[in-house]
């Protein structure tokens, strides 16, 4: 589908907003009414009603774009939703840098969900346990019955595993776990519906009560994966050399291993990135972010979900695994027509596709994030791109933020007290 398009869009950044979105409909093939729902929220007050509870209005968020992407040797456009400064541009730079040495392979598991039931009042849990394991193929059936369309696409039920938890607070417990394929949705309300179906006939089988039916947050049978390589003449700077950028990061990289304090921080900065895609293309950020920071701690100790290290040619070298539970259809990538443009933009035909490009988006967020850290540190970029921000927060309009950022910027004073200041002078001199 790329052929000759390249992600490596010369000064994006610099282009006026009609041009960027020139670029971004020839890339999409977005039609007049994609680019006016990018225009007005992609959602109308009469949607919105109709999605949650006690609607008022609607609320926006910046939608960009991040380039340079190189992923399995096909150009990425990224799309980003999101309201901090210098993301976007940090994950672009750091997309640049991995394209040098052929961008990031990635690869992803089976769309496999993980569905809970959890069984009290049990006669004896060994004996629930095996039966349940006994009657495995009757349950599987009764799942796929009640699955409808997804056992039709090739989903549904493929496993079973009881997991025993003896003398709880509350007494034996057995959790039944259901693994199920929820093909290209993220499928909370498939599994849930199935578990809701089923769980009559468990407590038959096993003579215990069911309790919780629902779906776990922790994907860990869903895993997406991403890895790139940095020249070291890449990361040279006026004030260091490549090898000592790269010691710099690997420094911060350990930190990050042996300190939860630290380590929290870091996989924030991978969710940075992979967040603004969840909510560009209508996924759930929040489950996502959940099993990202479970998994995080899966052996007993919150750690980074990155891994980097130098190779034997002295290049740095990045990778990441984290579960990836993403869906191109159902939910709000149904319903909102910016989530529909997003994924017209990546031009995903499947949902692992999109978690192996999340995959690789967080991996570029978080290398950028540990390179501004460990050289010339977080504050200076962000608060260049943050100067706008305290423009128009100090009553500016949009033509004036720029030179007034600008101001900022070459007084050294990036300060919303100062904005106002500017703005006031300016109003009186009109």
């Not at 200076?380 to 305290?390: E, F, P």
């Amino acid at each position: 589908m790329n052929g000759a398009r390249r992600s490596t869009i010369k000064r994006f950044y610099k282009q006026p907003l009609e041009e960027r979105l020139a670029i971004a409909q020839a890339w999409g093939q977005l039609s007049e009414a994609d680019l006016q729902a990018l225009a007005d929220t992609g959602l109308s007050q009469a949607q919105a009603d109709l999605m949650i509870e006690n609607v008022i209005g609607r609320y926006s968020l910046p939608f960009g774009l991040a380039t340079n992407f190189l992923i399995n040797s096909r150009d990425v456009l990224v799309p980003m939703v999101i309201e901090e400064p210098s993301v976007v541009a940090a994950c672009s730079y750091a997309a640049k840098l991995f394209r040098a040495a052929g961008g990031f392979t990635t690869s992803s598991d089976e769309s496999l969900m993980i569905g809970q039931l959890q069984l009290l009042d049990l006669p004896d849990l060994a004996t629930a346990g095996t039966r349940l394991r006994s009657h495995k193929e009757e349950i599987l059936a009764a799942v796929n019955e009640a699955s409808g369309s997804f056992a039709a696409r090739g989903g549904g039920a493929v496993d079973l595993e009881a997991r025993p938890f003896p003398a709880t607070a509350i007494g034996d417990m057995l959790v039944l776990h259901l693994l199920y394929d929820t093909r290209d949705a993220m499928g909370a309300n498939a599994i849930n519906s199935a578990l809701e179906a089923i769980a009559p006939l468990v407590e038959r089988i096993s003579g215990g009560r069911v309790n919780l039916r629902i779906l776990s947050n922790l994907s860990d049978r869903r895993l997406a994966r991403a890895s790139g390589l940095i020249p070291a003449a890449a990361l040279a700077s006026e004030t260091a050399t490549g090898e000592q950028v790269i010691e710099a990061i690997l420094e911060a990289a350990v930190f990050a291993e042996i300190d939860p304090y630290r380590a929290a921080t870091h996989n924030k900065g991978i969710m940075n990135g992979i967040d603004a895609l969840m909510l560009a293309t209508g996924n759930d950020w929040r489950a996502v972010a959940a099993g990202a920071h479970a998994y995080a701690a899966r052996d007993g100790r919150y750690r980074s979900l990155t891994r980097w290290q130098k190779d034997d040619a002295g290049n740095l070298k990045g990778s990441i695994e984290i579960p990836l539970a993403l869906g191109i259809v159902g939910g709000a990538t149904r319903v909102h027509h910016g989530a529909k443009v997003a994924l017209k933009l990546l031009g995903v035909q499947s949902a692992r596709a999109l978690a192996e490009i999340a995959a690789a988006v967080g991996l570029a967020q978080n290398f950028a994030a540990m390179r501004a850290l460990a050289t010339d540190g977080i504050q200076a970029g962000h608060m260049r791109l943050h100067a706008r921000q305290l423009a128009l927060a100090a009553g500016a309009s949009v033509a004036e933020a720029q030179s007034i950022a600008e101001q900022l910027l070459r007084e050294n004073r990036i300060r919303l007290a100062r904005a106002k200041e500017i703005v006031d002078e300016r109003k009186r001199d009109i």
